[in-house]
């Protein structure tokens, strides 16, 4: 345990919310000031949370950085935060998406102080619900959240924004109303939301396969999995860019890191149980979702699938745990697939909010998102068409980039778990060089295509920072994975080794 | 009767006797100085208000007087706190309207207080008789103010259909009474609920007693399939009227059915909790789905109440303090709620014309961002998106029910509020995603504005510290 004295995750959460709140106030006339408080707030939260880092002990699977004060005594709620090797870099990865965004949200027009507002906002109460270590806060949080998100995207976003957030919001609103009962239910039972008395709570094995299913249907739509994934292409396709990267960056772990920190440990032998319906989902996501992003004419609509599909790897790691537990009777296999499912959580993160704001980029300029708008884009932005290639081809997993580390060690967990498995989800190789390559060829590749692409000018300061810095990530993560992988090493031991332990009470 | 009893009763007294003095005091303010009835009142409620925080029960303690057909407790006491800080709302809310409306008159302060004196009767019973008493008053008194305006058409409709069908709940109600004193020989809920408990009562009478006590409350409270003359009334009524009836009467009735079912009928609470099951899924269903349709705001605000009667005949029918106290959350969050969501729509009136479109809130984020984030906390609150305070209103509902036994009708619950989360979304859509169509700047007296931000803040506050409000209500039955 750190000797930490000051509260620095409250910091994290509060400093991004608080200074959001206040933006809300600032007037139209003041937005450069507000912009440069918004990036000043969450450079701020970025600096805390690789301070954060620097005092993480690696070689701990307990909860660290613990605050703890009562909130709604009658119901014994704390205000309860703290994080481990899982939670620690899906924060890292909110703040910096959130310095992203708002560097790339720079020349929005309208409303901008509550653009930056609604951004930091978002992103503090993302970085409460990775840290909080009660269930109700958690669910206070992963709710709230689709407050900002619903504005982000109905007001800022494109023709169909409409549809398209009420959609979003409903989704996944129907989705988490089944995952209150059953906390409430656990509630009731455990006599406490912490979720560490959560974890320790025996359950009968009805039990857990309902409680199971309660919170798989909330975090199914988050990730989302086939068949409840149609919310997230139209909000991609309306989402400004922003709300497209934090959207693929950040909310789409949420989905995973729920799955990681309710369903699992709550409910092992549930999980157990119903391992084959998540693995066949996520099957049916890397592959049939791979050929629905090989069909599209929309950029944002190609990388919304590839979202899906490259999720769809993430629900395949966690989840093949038990069937590796039973073939090899060994825990090494479970902890590679859970370790290499966070890795391409994290990766994707870098590499779908890349892929956005490279289509951001065109779409600034040509106000088009459709494929067949451009071609040889290369040869009027060819810094810009490094970058993106780069980008793309991190997404169809090439060695070297992070996008290969994840995909390849949850392919490797497959095989131990199942020769088919591994098959299908070696597919994704093929499939998502398949589009993501096509793409560069129709969009970057060959001749002008028409006057538009014709006059295009390249990058300006502002975007080779963002991209450079994606750049960065991407190619260092997939070089030299180790320092992640670390950090996440004992929590991720430590959840293997308790969900293969049965708790279904005697 | 001694000096000790009166002293029990001394907000009631209190407000009885203001609501006099308004009555009479007016008659002497001429057409400009009308201003003063306003502030008497407010002053008769900040007045009541310290009487009955200085003589608040301790937690735990009832005390009975006149005869036992009144009781002071915890729950009442709060019930009444929060009472006249709702009126108190209304009143700056309705002074503004009224202005406009041109139906600036004393009556409506007077009556105002009358029917908040029925609250308090009906929230402090202890007698099946005295329940009645405040419950008439509350009635009549609603009655003549939905008619205030008597030249308005659809005011006087409005007014009719209240008074019969109001009338007939109450018939039913005192039927229902009748019955019940004859199979257990008292009126006092306490004596009632002793000889329950004995068990030598005749089981049909109590059973058709209880039926008809259930209906009335049904019809009380609008729950479906008693819910007709809601909607009638919330749109017929002057829009002041409509912020009144919505808001004050429910603490009213909340106690009415905690009095009668809880105190009174309690052993029988396995009857009771079947026929509010049906009640209160049948109201969550059909508040939620026909809301959807609704474009007159009135309209869908009325379906929406419907809905939230559902949540807390939820929270009622778990028969236990949580439930309890759940309910009680529930119905005080409501008010404030609804009373919030309804000084918006007089907002937004302007000169005497209702603001009774849905499309008139279009763009309100341009006009005015700051009354648009006001009705955006209020509509997320009702429709329970944390971490404003409905949320928590209806976490608690659900969980006391949970308890209780009844998973599949949280479920249930929770399903309808997906789909009730729909039409508060279109009022944030239009008031956000869309262009205004008039630009005309809205304008409010300082005071107005002043308590719809507190308002429209406590959404926030009182969720963010529920912890605060939820400790009184569980202490209101503990």
Redesign the interface.
């Known amino acids: 345990m750190n000797a930490m004295t000051w509260p620095i995750l409250s910091l994290i959460v509060w400093i991004p919310i608080v200074t959001g709140v206040a933006l809300?106030f600032l007037s139209e006339a003041r937005a450069a000031l507000g912009k440069m408080v918004a990036l000043a707030a969450a450079l701020a939260a970025l600096v805390l949370t690789v301070l954060a880092v620097a005092e993480f002990d690696m070689t701990t699977a307990a909860m660290q950085f613990q605050e703890k004060t009562?909130?709604?005594?009658?119901?014994s709620?704390n205000y309860h935060l703290g994080i481990d090797g899982l939670s620690l870099p899906l924060i890292v990865l909110t703040a910096l998406t959130t310095v992203i965004v708002i560097v790339a949200g720079w020349t929005i027009k309208d409303r901008v102080s509550?653009y930056m507002a609604a951004f930091l906002i978002l992103s503090g109460l993302m970085s409460g619900m990775f840290a909080a270590l009660d269930a109700?806060l958690f669910?206070?949080?992963f709710?709230?959240m689709?407050?900002p998100m619903?504005?982000i995207i109905?007001?800022w976003g494109g023709p169909n924004?409409?549809l398209a957030?009420?959609k979003f919001?409903?989704f996944t609103?129907?989705g988490s109303?089944?995952m209150?009962?059953g906390l409430?239910?656990l509630?009731?039972q455990a006599g406490s939301f912490a979720v560490a008395d959560l974890h320790q709570l025996p359950l009968s094995l009805t039990a857990q396969i309902w409680i199971f299913l309660a919170f798989l249907i909330a975090f199914a739509v988050k990730v989302p999995m086939w068949p409840v994934h149609t919310w997230l292409p139209d909000a991609h396709v309306e989402a400004p860019t922003g709300g497209s990267v934090v959207l693929a960056a950040v909310m789409l772990k949420i989905g995973g890191y729920g799955l990681v920190r309710f369903s699992l440990p709550i409910a092992p032998d549930g999980a157990a149980a119903l391992d084959w319906l998540v693995i066949g989902l996520s099957l049916v996501a890397i592959v049939y979702i791979g050929f629905v992003a090989l069909a599209q004419r929309d950029m944002k609509k190609l990388i919304a699938y590839s979202s899906i599909s490259h999720m769809g790897f993430a629900t395949l790691g966690l989840f093949l745990t038990f069937a590796i537990v039973q073939n090899t009777g060994q825990l090494d296999g479970a902890v590679l697939g859970i370790s290499g499912a966070m890795v391409q959580m994290i990766s994707h993160g870098f590499i779908s909010a890349a892929m956005f704001l490279a289509v951001g980029v065109l779409y600034d300029r040509v106000h088009s998102r459709e494929i067949s708008a451009y071609g040889g884009v290369a040869n009027t932005m060819p810094w810009f068409a490094m970058f993106a290639v780069l980008f793309f081809m991190a997404n169809s997993g090439l060695p070297g980039t992070s996008g290969f580390v994840g995909e390849f060690m949850v392919i490797l967990a497959a095989f131990k778990a199942d020769f088919w498995f591994a098959f299908f989800a070696a597919m994704t190789l093929i499939l998502g060089a398949s589009y993501s390559l096509w793409l560069v060829k129709r969009v970057f590749y060959g001749e002008v295509a028409n006057d538009n692409v014709a006059s295009l000018s390249d990058l300006d300061g502002r975007e080779w920072a963002v991209m450079v810095l994606l750049a960065l990530l991407v190619l260092g993560l997939g070089l030299w994975p180790y320092p992640l992988i670390e950090m996440m090493e004992p929590s991720v031991a430590n959840l293997v080794d308790h969900i293969t332990n049965s708790k279904i009470n005697p | 009767m001694t000096l000790s009893e009166l002293q029990l009763a001394l907000p009631e007294i209190f407000v009885a006797a203001m609501a006099c003095v308004v009555l009479v005091a007016d008659l002497f303010f001429t057409e400009q100085r009308r201003g003063f009835t306003h502030t008497l009142a407010i002053l008769a409620l900040v007045f009541a208000a310290i009487i009955t925080l200085r003589l608040m029960m301790p937690v735990g303690e009832s005390m009975l007087a006149f005869s036992d057909t009144f009781v002071r407790d915890r729950f009442g006491d709060v019930l009444k706190l929060f009472a006249y800080l709702v009126l108190a709302g209304v009143f700056v809310y309705a002074k503004h309207f009224l202005r406009a409306a041109g139906l600036f008159r004393g009556e409506f302060y007077s009556l105002s207080l009358f029917a908040l004196l029925g609250v308090m009767i009906m929230v402090s019973a202890a007698s099946m008789l005295t329940v009645y008493l405040g419950l008439e008053l509350l009635a009549l008194s609603s009655y003549a103010l939905v008619a205030l305006n008597r030249d308005s058409a659809s005011g006087s409709e409005a007014a009719m259909k209240y008074f019969i069908l109001g009338s007939l709940a109450s018939g039913i109600l005192l039927y229902g009474i009748s019955l019940i004193y004859g199979a257990t020989g008292s009126f006092q809920l306490g004596e009632v609920s002793e000889a329950l408990a004995m068990g030598m009562s005749d089981d049909l009478m109590l059973a058709f007693g209880l039926a008809f006590m259930v209906v009335a409350i049904a019809f009380k409270l609008g729950a479906v399939p008693f819910h007709m003359w809601l909607p009638d009334v919330y749109q017929g009524a002057p829009a002041a009227v409509t912020l009144l009836v919505s808001s004050l009467p429910k603490l009213g009735y909340l106690a009415l059915a905690i009095r009668l079912l809880a105190d009174g009928m309690g052993n029988m609470h396995a009857d009771w909790q079947a026929m509010l099951a049906v009640l209160a899924a049948l109201s969550l269903i059909l508040g939620n789905v026909v809301a959807i349709a609704q474009a007159n705001i009135k309209r869908m605000l009325a379906y929406s109440t419907i809905s939230h009667v559902g949540f807390i005949l939820l929270g009622v029918l778990a028969a236990s303090p949580a439930g309890y106290s759940a309910a009680m959350f529930y119905t005080i969050v409501y008010s404030i709620t609804s009373a919030g969501a309804f000084a918006v729509m007089i907002l937004l009136s302007g000169n005497g014309v209702e603001a009774e479109n849905l499309d008139d809130f279009k763009g309100l984020a341009r006009r005015s961002?700051w009354y648009a984030?006001m009705m955006l906390m209020i509509m997320?609150s009702l429709a329970g998106?944390?971490?404003f305070v409905g949320?928590?209103a209806k976490?608690?509902v659900?969980?006391a029910a949970?308890?209780a036994g009844f998973?599949a009708l949280?479920?249930l619950a929770?399903?309808t509020?997906?789909i009730g989360?729909?039409y508060y979304?279109r009022v944030?859509?239009l008031m956000?995603?869309d262009e205004p169509e008039n630009n005309a700047p809205v304008t409010a007296p300082i005071d107005f504005r002043a308590v719809l931000s507190l308002n429209g803040l406590a959404m926030l506050g009182l969720g963010v510290f529920?912890?605060g409000l939820?400790?009184v209500c569980?202490r209101a039955f503990g």
């Open positions: 809300l009562p909130w709604i005594e009658a119901f709620i509550q109700m669910y206070v949080f709710e709230a689709l407050v619903f504005l109905g007001i924004r409409i957030t009420v919001f409903l609103f129907f109303v089944f209150l009962v409430i239910w509630y009731l | 961002p984030l997320f998106i944390p971490v949320f928590f976490w608690q659900i969980a949970i308890q998973v949280s479920v929770v399903i509020s997906v989360a729909f979304l944030v859509k956000y995603f529920s912890g939820i400790g569980v």
